[in-house]
């Protein structure tokens, strides 16, 4: 069975203070990993996929790194607006079909005080 | 690009009626569109998987009387919650899929459901 463990479930931080959250997944053969924000009361944003151990990718202060075992998304100098549930997910499973399930982590809600 | 909506953004009902809440791709088509709910200070739970043309795949243990799900055409899909109790209160939250073989699950802005 595929599971999603996102750490820490809360993270504080003071404006500027960089810092990483963590997704550690085990799955039958990664097809993609996603990363979301949430608002509360709203739908997830989408911001990255990553699809192989070594990529990365970056969007102004946030940039999130994958290996084989787990996927970090790293905050650089936050700030307040940057206050959010982060998701993680994966997708996974071989096969020719063109979509695929999420297995969604439990969230690192993030709170950035000013 | 990507941008789905859902209507609703909340409804208020009275136990026992049905309601219907739609998920549409505004610019872009969609093979495929996702039915999930959340609970308070919880992450998003699959209801079902809705193909267009053909009938839903729910997830083990959401009851498929109780949840319609109709996938008309490649920007629309419609959840309806019949016969709706107290329980069935939620958010219910859409996603969608593009054709082009892209991955990525675009997700709609929500529907806040509360049971009377």
């Known amino acids: 069975e595929d599971q999603v463990t996102q750490s820490p479930e809360a993270l504080r931080l003071q404006e500027g203070e960089s810092s990483s959250l963590n997704c550690s997944y085990t799955?039958?053969?990664?097809?993609?990993l996603f990363w979301y924000r949430q608002d509360p009361g709203k739908g997830p944003e989408f911001l990255f996929t990553?699809?192989?151990a070594g990529e990365e990718k970056e969007k102004e202060r946030l940039k999130a790194t994958l290996t084989k075992k787990e996927s970090f998304l790293h905050i650089t100098a936050p700030k307040p607006e940057d206050s959010a549930t982060y998701l993680c997910a994966v997708q996974a499973g071989a096969g020719g079909t063109s979509y695929g399930k999420l297995t969604f982590g439990q969230g690192t809600i993030l709170t950035v005080h000013p | 690009g990507a941008v789905v909506s859902q209507h609703p953004s909340w409804v208020i009902c009275k136990s026992g009626t049905s309601v219907k809440i739609e998920c549409r791709s505004l610019d872009f088509q969609a093979t495929t569109m996702f039915w999930y709910r959340q609970f308070p200070k919880k992450s998003l739970m699959l209801m079902a998987t809705s193909n267009e043309g053909s009938k839903a795949t729910y997830e083990q243990g959401v009851e498929k009387d109780k949840f319609l799900i109709n996938h008309a055409s490649l920007t629309l899909s419609t959840l309806t919650v019949t016969s709706a109790h107290p329980e069935d209160s939620s958010f219910y939250i859409c996603?969608?899929?593009?054709?082009?073989?892209?991955?990525?699950?675009?997700f709609g802005p929500g529907t806040r459901l509360t049971v009377l």
């Open positions: 799955v039958s053969g990664l097809r993609g």
């Open positions: 996603s969608a899929v593009g054709t082009s073989g892209h991955r990525t699950q675009y």
């Open positions: 990553l699809y192989s």
